[in-house]
């Protein structure tokens, strides 16, 4: 599996992957350790502020597994055409950046170059995941369409580290029901987590009819 993110969602994803018996991870991420990150990114600690963040996760998940294979990319990716390349290789992409940007690349990439995908995000109380199948039909540019003007980020609204850890053990549970054909996946349901109310809830969508991406994966659009 490939991982975007080694932040708080990917650091519970990859921690939970690791001890569920996968046999190698890739994690991609170009961040440092900062203090604010601590409360939500279990795989640090205080003695490894500044340094790099694939190099610190690679080497906790080493220390609890040592048989996990781990492959580290100290890089950002954000095209389409970069994160498939990346994936080539893997059998599944796990989203755990932070931006719309990052999320509608690895859709694209999920949908165009038919790579399974789990996509989760998390901010201040709430959550959502979900699961896009290769080649999409359908995919997240259905469910919205663009990303939204003025987006909001951890720094800017805060989020709650119960919530990253949640959120992140059921991308992985996603992940594994995925690769071991169990299950029924979230394929045009999304999860919605909401701490504030304790409430779950699922949206269903539906291939949008204008979706480019999906027409272009399609055939329908050249």
């Known amino acids: ?90 059998d599944l992409l796990i989203d755990g950046t932070d931006n719309f940007c990052s999320r509608f690349a690895a859709n694209d990439a999920a949908v165009l170059d038919a790579i399974p995908l789990v996509h989760g995000a998390a901010i201040g ?34 989020v709650w580290g119960a919530l990253v850890g949640e959120v992140g053990w059921l991308m992985a549970l996603e992940a594994s029901k995925w690769l071991r054909g169990v299950g029924e996946p979230l394929q045009g349901r999304l999860l919605t987590i909401d701490l504030e109310s304790s409430r779950r809830r699922i949206v269903t969508w539906k291939v949008h009819p204008t979706c480019p991406v999906c027409q272009l994966a399609s055939g329908s659009l050249t």
């Open 125 to 158: 109380l709430r959550g959502q995941l979900c699961f896009i199948p290769p080649g999409g039909q359908p995919c997240l540019r259905c469910l919205f369409d663009t990303p939204p003007p003025q987006e909001g980020s951890c720094r800017s609204e805060g």
């Open 1 to 90: 599996m490939l991982l975007l993110g080694a932040g708080g969602l990917g650091s519970a994803v990859a921690w939970a992957l690791a001890g569920s018996g996968i046999a190698r991870l890739g994690i991609v991420d170009d961040d440092t350790v900062a203090l604010s990150n601590l409360h939500r990114q279990i795989l640090y600690r205080v003695r490894d502020l500044g340094k790099a963040k694939v190099a610190q996760a690679a080497e906790r998940l080493q220390q609890l597994y040592p048989a996990l294979q781990i492959e580290i990319h100290a890089e950002r990716l954000q095209t389409r055409e970069s994160i498939a390349a990346r994936a080539s290789g893997y």
